[in-house]
């Protein structure tokens, strides 16, 4: 195979000096163009992410069957509120999710976090970020560095490699949106919006001046400092038109300190202001999302080919609820069952991010798979049954010389107007939980690989 050929090959370019050499420039160009998460560089192995053309087309053409399923069970939500109970708003966020944004998708711009290796097997979509998709800048930056860096000389003498960038997507989502709000086509004012000391600061500053490089005005804001006074909504002496919505609304709304009533959500309830993404992303954004495609009762709303999709690569996953259900075509009670099969079963809080209160059925006893039941029984929670890991081999220096050691890793494809997937995220780590917030490890940049 070309990809086991070139990941061999890029190994062994990476002697000892060359490696130094390259760890010495990703280093320093991490540190000048500030891709840090908190205060860790974002990037910490010396090879990037290689997907074959036939692995990406396969990739693009799953996301965009799971995304049209996705697309359906929202516009059956949003129209039938006992359907839209499976996803388990919360009282205000059924109140906000009926504003209507002025425009016509609920995630412009979203994520989807999968695992995936090559072939119909080896791809399962776990969870959905539909409200505030992080990286597509750090990716950006990150295919530059790595094209730049030394041991890339030779390498692309025998491979051509093609970058995804992300964040000219990003940019037209938001300025596509912002003239369906406008009614107008006029350039926004454009606030990158989330509390100033979260660790993905750094991102925003690179959004900042890529908004900037193509004629955007952009500040970067936080909720606290903003007002809301004449019909504007202010940063300063900035009026806003548009907000780049980087803060979570549920922190938004229950740590802003003033509930509905903060500042942004007025203005956007008045249409003083448009904000992507908009209130409705709340809906699948929830983690029950997955658990209403996958859910054999909601399967006459989904096409032949969609459902297929579903089953080849959404893992089994269902709220988590007194009930009888399927499971590999064999009726069972659901709760007896997970807590039967604990060591295959995930417990996921509805609308958590960062790993938080994430659950591995095989990394804890009995007594503590019982209590985080219980607590799933209380709260809104999804089981999610477990799904096996990729690992490939990434190498890094340490004391000056070269090591490989196998790493897990995830795919999580950049996806636009909840339609298409342009880009990805590659995130490695040396633990079950991928996620840069709990520590994920690495992140690295994806390339598309052909032998020259």
Known sequence: ??????????????????????????????????????????????????????????????????MRAFGKAYAAAMEDPVFRKQFGLEAWEEEVIHHDPGFRDPSPTSRLDAFFISGKGGLKFTEYNAETPA?????????????????????????????????????????ESYHRFAGRREAPRVAILDWKEVPTFSEFVLFR???????????????????????RLMAGDFHVTLIYKRVLITELVQQGGQGLDHPVVRAVRDGAVCMVNPFRCKLLHKKASLAVLSDERNALLFSGPELEAIEANIPWTRNVEERRTFHNGQEVDLLPYVRENRERMVLKPNDEYGGKGIVLGWEVDDDAWEAALRTALDSPHIVQERVELPKAPYPSLVDGKVQLAERMLDTAPFIFHGEYMDGCLTRLSTAALLNVTAGGGSSVPTFVLERR
């Open 209 to 231: 001046d890529y908004f900037h490089s193509q004629g955007i005005e952009c500040v970067i804001a936080d909720p606290r400092e903003v007002e809301y006074r004449d019909g």
């Open 1 to 66: 195979m070309a990809l086991q050929e070139a990941i061999h090959r890029y190994h062994d370019l990476l002697g000892d000096a060359l490696a130094a050499e390259t760890q010495a420039q990703l280093d320093d160009q991490q540190v000048k163009r500030g891709l840090f998460f908190g205060d860790k560089p974002l990037c910490t192995v010396l090879r990037p992410r290689f997907l074959t053309p036939e692995m990406y087309r396969f990739l693009q053409a799953r996301v965009a069957l799971v």
């Open 135 to 175: 990286a597509p800048a750090y990716n950006d930056v990150l295919s530059e560095m790595f094209l730049g860096l030394p041991v890339m000389r030779e390498f692309l003498r025998h491979f051509g490699v093609r970058p995804l960038p992300a964040r000219h997507n990003v940019m037209h989502a938001l300025v």
